[in-house]
């Protein structure tokens, strides 16, 4: 089954809001990545942590990767429509490029 | 970024019948391919990874003979869907791996919805 769980599945927002998703694996992990994904559309590379507690912005996605390398966080400020879309974890075990997707988490936006 | 393209990006066929979806990266060479199924709503689930040359290798519960996956050359890699079934309906993505680097980025085709009626 699935071994990266993402919570919540489902969030929604009004715009101006902030929002947050929170990614856990059952083992650790070599470097986490986060996907962006558009109804319809494929998954987008956002970005990857690889460091113990590394902690990366972008504009206004904060990214975190847990001490442990088992958990890891986005969090959005402020949100704006054009965040709508699933935003998938996806962790990479061992000495492989394997990504292991988490369940996703769906963000809808209301204006 | 790496350019993927896939095609078809959508086919509806009868069951029955066998489909193939090819998989080009179009700006760079791809030792290894993975192969993605996304059913509505659900996250992405490898089904399996092929490397040019040689056999694929396949998830559990993925079924080898129903799901053929030829990596014949560095920019091409397809996946046919044997005697397909409704229950084969899905979202088929490839993602080449770009790069010798562990946990690189990873580029996905825009995808091939597949309906089987």
């Known amino acids: 089954g699935q071994q990266v769980m993402q919570i919540p599945q489902y969030q929604h927002v009004q715009e101006g809001e902030d929002f947050t998703t929170y990614c856990n694996s059952s083992t650790t992990l070599s470097n986490i990545q986060w996907y962006k994904q558009r109804p319809g559309g494929h998954p987008v590379f956002l970005i990857q942590?690889?460091?113990?507690?590394e902690v990366k912005k972008q504009k206004r996605l904060t990214f975190q990767f847990g001490e442990a390398k088992k958990n890891s966080s986005l969090h959005i400020t402020a949100t704006q429509t054009t965040d709508v879309g699933t935003y998938f974890c996806a962790g990479v075990r061992g000495a492989t490029n394997k990504l292991i997707f988490g369940t996703g988490t769906l963000l809808a936006v209301q204006p | 970024g790496a350019v993927v393209s896939q095609h078809p990006s959508r086919v509806i066929c009868k069951s029955g019948t066998s489909v193939k979806i090819e998989c080009r990266s179009l700006?760079?060479?791809?030792?290894?391919m993975f192969w993605y199924r996304q059913f509505p709503k659900k996250s992405l689930m490898l089904m399996a990874t092929s490397n040019e040359g040689s056999k694929a290798t396949y998830e559990q519960g993925v079924e080898k003979d129903k799901f053929l996956i030829n990596h014949a050359s560095l920019t091409l890699s397809t996946l046919t869907v044997t005697s397909a079934h409704p229950e084969d309906s899905s979202f088929y993505i490839c993602?080449?791996?770009?790069?010798?680097?562990?946990?690189?980025?990873?580029?996905f085709g825009p995808g091939t919805r597949l309906t089987v009626l």
């Open positions: 993602s080449p791996v770009v790069g010798g680097g562990l946990g690189n980025e990873q580029f």
């Open positions: 700006d760079f060479q791809a030792t290894t």
């Open positions: 942590l690889v460091k113990s507690g």
